[in-house]
């Protein structure tokens, strides 16, 4: 095991390195820690946004669903390549108005057209929320693979402890930018790896792609047939499967680690073309969904399908320093995840809940001090989630789309409806949290089987719909600059 564990070891230094020397170049305010002084280009956005969704999930998630739910596996595909539509119509204008206003978290965004205190502590408190089960994922992740490869010799507790240092460490040096650099740098490492591996492992297994699905379909075609299998083994619906794909393309673009991406960017421009060109990492998803389906019939199985692809390699006769490489590429898709979640978790805590209750430090010095213990507490939350939790790992991913797509209608309301009160909008994502939280703990209460995400959309829907609206003209100001028909500075306008 010496070998995949030096390869592993000098991964996590080169990352530590780039993530703090990233950092050198920010000022040391909180807008240079949060936002990058506003200055990252297509490249780094496009990686921070793209490796920063595709995590521990897709590396280790993806292919378990795969070897075990087939062609259920293929709604991450879908959900994907439709997710950034809604990014690309909201980003440019969120983008407008934070150069204006200077905002520097969605919810503030919310907030500069409201001004309701409830409902930009209600939107923290979601994304805070949803946070940490998500980066628990990354940690979970990370965990397993080191103790697969190390062959049990890193539990994993200590494995996920030490890789989520070397996060912890960068992130709280650097901020977005060493989140950034990283996330290039790892995103790109992914890509390489995943084609590699995709490819190659079907080819010595079964001597190339189409004679591995002859294997599939030969062995257990059920996993061929389209929406494939539930966690139960048995057929997944189609209102199972419809319903996942569609609250995960419209919460998609609402994660508020993604959406404060708009805040960085250099330009429109830079917020439009990511969008545009992020469904090119679909196409790093494809062999490793293959990778899934390259195991089904090996022996002997994993201990749980989330495990499939380091079991696999570990018992393949692959040498050493591929499997290493097979372990830095999992924690790079975990940490350029991570990374950007804590980061973001961190700041919505902070400017989003303590700072409208007046329990944040009224300097940006101090609010950055503030922001970055914030960042410390959640990873130690998320670490403790990560060690208790046992389910699946897309599983878990699927539950926590269902709190935050509840986000979606506010930000589509806040930049595009004008008369809208905030007390209706306050009401309408409170009542969707409700909802989604109840069929989520008591799925047994649903009328149909659909995602408990699903129900919660309806019920804001009909609330945003028979709610009283403000008379006309009070929010023109802050849509026109939304729309860029004027640029504005200062503190916002009238709000609703």
């Not at 257990?220 to 494939?228: E, M, V």
Request: glycine share 12%; with cysteine; aromatic share 10%.
């Amino acid at each position: 095991m010496t070998v995949p564990l030096s390869v592993v070891a000098v991964y996590l230094v080169v990352c530590l390195s780039l993530g703090i020397r990233a950092g050198r170049s920010a000022s040391p305010d909180l807008g240079g820690f949060v936002a990058g002084d506003r200055s990252l280009g297509l490249l780094v956005t496009f990686f921070i946004t793209g490796a920063s969704v595709y995590s521990a999930f897709a590396f280790l998630g993806g292919p378990g669903w795969a070897y075990s739910r087939g062609a259920a596996s293929y709604y991450i595909l879908a959900y994907g390549a439709l997710g950034m539509l809604p990014f690309y119509l909201l980003g440019p204008r969120a983008h407008r108005l934070g150069k204006a206003y200077g905002l520097l978290t969605q919810a503030e965004l919310v907030g500069a057209r409201f001004g309701h205190r409830g409902l930009t502590v209600t939107m923290a408190v979601v994304a805070v929320a949803a946070f940490v089960p998500y980066l628990a994922i990354q940690m979970q992740g990370a965990g397993y693979v080191l103790e697969v490869t190390s062959g049990g010799a890193i539990p994993a507790v200590w494995g996920a402890a030490g890789v989520y240092g070397v996060v912890m460490t960068y992130t709280l040096a650097s901020g977005v930018l060493g989140v950034g650099w990283t996330n290039t740098f790892q995103g790109m490492f992914m890509m390489v790896l995943a084609w590699g591996l995709g490819i190659g492992l079907p080819i010595h297994m079964h001597g190339g792609i189409g004679p591995m699905f002859e294997h599939v379909q030969n062995a257990q075609p059920s996993l061929l047939r389209p929406p494939g299998l539930d966690a139960n083994g048995a057929p997944w619906s189609w209102s199972e499967y419809g319903s996942a794909v569609f609250v995960s393309t419209v919460g998609f673009s609402a994660w508020p680690h993604l959406f404060m991406k708009t805040f960085s960017a250099k330009s429109e421009g830079t917020v439009r073309r990511t969008a545009i060109l992020f469904p090119v990492f679909n196409i790093f998803l494809v062999p490793l969904l293959l990778i899934g389906f390259c195991a089904v019939g090996f022996a002997p199985p994993p201990e749980r399908p989330d495990q499939v692809l380091p079991h696999l390699l570990m018992r393949s006769a692959a040498p050493g320093w591929l499997v290493g490489l097979f372990c830095a590429g999992a924690l790079a898709a975990s940490m350029s995840s991570g990374d950007a979640m804590a980061h973001a978790a961190g700041t919505s805590a902070v400017r989003d809940g303590l700072h409208p209750l007046g329990w944040a430090p009224a300097s940006s010095s101090r609010q950055k001090t503030a922001v970055q213990i914030a960042i410390a507490a959640v990873m130690v939350v998320a670490y403790g989630v990560a060690m208790g939790y046992r389910g699946s790992l897309v599983a878990l991913l699927l539950t926590t789309y269902g709190a935050v797509v509840q986000i979606a209608p506010v930000l589509a309301v806040t930049l595009c409806i004008p008369r809208m009160r905030a007390v209706v909008v306050w009401a309408s994502l409170s009542a969707g949290i409700a909802v989604t939280v109840s069929f989520t703990a008591f799925p047994e209460l649903r009328p149909w089987s659909v995602h408990p995400g699903l129900y919660g959309l309806a019920v804001q829907a009909l609330v945003l719909g028979v709610g009283p609206r403000r008379p006309p003209g009070v929010c023109e100001p802050f849509l026109e600059v939304a729309r860029g028909l004027h640029e504005r500075s200062g503190p916002p306008g009238p709000r609703s």
